[in-house]
């Protein structure tokens, strides 16, 4: 099973950005479908983008013209550009990586947006 660290995460004003990083520790990442995760307190876990092995990218509409997903398959990394934050984008969020029916998380890092 792949592990994951997520790296980031801190906290910033409304309208700014962060990048977020996700470092996978697996030979065959490359074969993964990577995506990122939120949870906010009190909230159930959603889907926030997903990037694919052919690099197809998804985003949640509350993310869409926001937030950019990509992969570096050299360096085993999903990235996660976030711009325009807002302060309903704090959340914890995680990196998850799929392939063939199974799946790992990453520890999850905090986003906070707030004046």
């Known amino acids: 099973q792949a592990q994951l660290v997520e790296s980031g995460g801190g906290l910033v004003q409304p309208g700014g950005s962060l990048r977020l990083s996700c470092v996978v520790s697996?030979?065959?990442?490359?074969?993964?479908?990577m995506a990122w995760y939120r949870q906010a307190p009190g909230q159930e876990r959603e889907l926030v983008a997903q990037?694919?092995?052919?690099?197809?990218?998804t985003y949640a509409d509350s993310v869409k013209g926001r937030f950019t997903v990509s992969r570096d398959n050299a360096k085993r990394t999903l990235y996660l550009q976030m711009d325009n934050l807002k302060p309903e984008d704090t959340a914890v969020y995680y990196c998850?990586?799929?392939?063939?029916?199974?799946?790992?998380w990453g520890q999850g890092t905090q986003v906070t947006v707030s004046s």
């Open positions: 990037i694919s092995t052919l690099r197809t990218t």
């Open positions: 998850h990586a799929a392939l063939r029916g199974s799946y790992s």
């Open positions: 697996s030979p065959v990442f490359n074969m993964f479908t």
